[in-house]
Structure formats: structure tokens, C-alpha cells
T-cell receptor
Framework: NAGVTQTPKFQVLKTGQSMTLQCAQD?????MYWYRQDPGMGLRLIYY???????DKGEVPNGYNVSRLNKREFSLRLESAAPSQTSVYFC?????????????FGDGTRLSIL | GNSVTQMEGPVTLSEEAFLTINCTYT??????LFWYVQYPGEGLQLLLK?????DKGSNKGFEATYRKETTSFHLEKGSVQVSDSAVYFC?????????????FGIGTKLQVIP
């Protein structure tokens, strides 16, 4: 029962470097989400994909891009990493885009930018 | 806009003590309410939910009642265990067609000591 799988689990980058965070789900869910978690701020939505082929901005999209590669996979890219992007990143999925469905989360990627 | 308020903690309790974690919300309409739990090094997991006023969600000995008159969804457990040590997030989701942003609280850290 893999659920939502995120890779890598940890990463350290230098300012200006780029990287892609990977997320895959095996629950045949249609909708996927990327959040960042920062102390004292809860979870903030970066981008979401209501269905395969669509993506939309969340509340903190600046500095990020996403790709919904297929129904299973949703990647998050940092083109030029900044220290302010040091955070824990979570991918989540739901069966449909209806907001009142429980979200299924991966275990997170802990990203430090020096 | 919508908001969720909960204390950050940490809340420290002895094993078998009674637990209450307060959650109040501000929202238009009639949202669904959730409690998620995050164990160290893991992603969030759904603990319980309620979709309309006076509904009681329950799971693993935890309970929360959707109180529209006080706009609250407090989490309770009669006798906590060391294994309940985690961060607990209250969340609100609009009950409408299509996706609208889920609002998370900042999370309350619970420490249970033997």
C-alpha cells in the first residue's frame, strides 16, 4: 500500500540551483496538490492539479513550476532556489477535486537551501 | 476569507490524561471540518471529519463535534497514550462544487509523557 510517494526525502541545495521534486500516487486519484509546511504557518498550497492535463496556482506559487506528467505523477520544480524556499514540501492527492474530500499525503521532502 | 485558529503548543500531558485541542474557524457558508495528525517524519493523515453542523467525527478514541453556533471543532480524547504524541492540524474545506482552497491551522504539537 504505497499511497503517495515523494522523492527525494531530503535535499540540500545552493542558492540558484534548480531541482525537481517528484510525486507519484497509486490510488487512481484524479487530483493532486503541492504544499509547503513552515513553522507557525501550517500548510500553504503552492499548486494543484484538479485533473490530468490541468494545473492551477495556489496561494504561494512564486518561484515554482509544476508538471502533471500523467494521472499518477505530479512534479514540482524550483528553477532558481532561494533560501526562502527552505521548507518541508508535501504532495497530496484526492479522488476528485471536490474540496471536502480527505487528502492523502506523502511523507514529505525536507529541502534546505544555503 | 476562511481561517482556522488553533494553539501551536506544545501541549504536554501525562499518559491517561484527558485531551482537548481547541479549533475555531471563520468561513462563509457551511464548510466541512477535518482533523489531521502528523507523526514525526511523516505526512499528514486524516484522523476524523464532519461535514455538517452537529455531526460528530470519531476515530481511534478521538472525537470532535461540529458546532456551528460557536464555530468550533474541538478535538478530545479521554485517555491519551505516549503513541498519541504528534502534531494535530484542524482544517476547513468549502462544501461546493469543484476545488476551493482547503485552509489548515498552524498545528498543535502534543507531547504525552509516561
Amino acid at each position: 500500500n504505497a499511497g503517495v510517494t515523494q522523492t527525494p526525502k531530503f535535499q540540500v541545495l545552493k542558492t540558484g540551483q534548480s531541482m525537481t521534486l517528484q510525486c507519484a500516487q497509486d490510488m487512481n486519484h484524479n487530483s493532486m496538490y503541492w504544499y509547503r509546511q513552515d513553522p507557525g504557518m501550517g500548510l500553504r498550497l503552492i499548486y494543484y492539479s484538479a485533473s490530468e492535463g490541468t494545473t492551477d496556482k495556489g496561494e504561494v506559487p512564486n518561484g515554482y513550476n509544476v508538471s502533471r506528467l500523467n494521472k499518477r505523477e505530479f512534479s514540482l520544480r524550483l528553477e532558481s532556489a532561494a533560501p526562502s524556499q527552505t521548507s518541508v514540501y508535501f504532495c497530496a492527492s484526492t479522488l476528485t477535486a471536490s474540496s471536502n474530500q480527505p487528502q492523502h499525503f506523502g511523507d514529505g521532502t525536507r529541502l534546505s537551501i544555503l | 476569507g476562511n481561517s482556522v485558529t488553533q494553539m501551536e503548543g506544545p501541549v504536554t500531558l501525562s499518559e491517561e490524561a484527558f485531551l482537548t485541542i481547541n479549533c475555531t474557524y471563520t468561513a462563509t457558508g457551511y464548510p466541512s471540518l477535518f482533523w489531521y495528525v502528523q507523526y514525526p517524519g511523516e505526512g499528514l493523515q486524516l484522523l476524523l471529519k464532519a461535514t455538517k453542523a452537529d455531526d460528530k467525527g470519531s476515530n481511534k478514541g478521538f472525537e470532535a463535534t461540529y458546532r456551528k453556533e460557536t464555530t468550533s471543532f474541538h478535538l478530545e480524547k479521554g485517555s491519551v497514550q505516549v503513541s498519541d504524541s504528534a502534531v494535530y492540524f484542524c482544517a476547513l474545506a468549502p462544501n461546493s462544487g469543484g476545488y476551493q482552497k482547503v485552509t489548515f491551522g498552524i498545528g498543535t504539537k502534543l507531547q504525552v509523557i509516561p
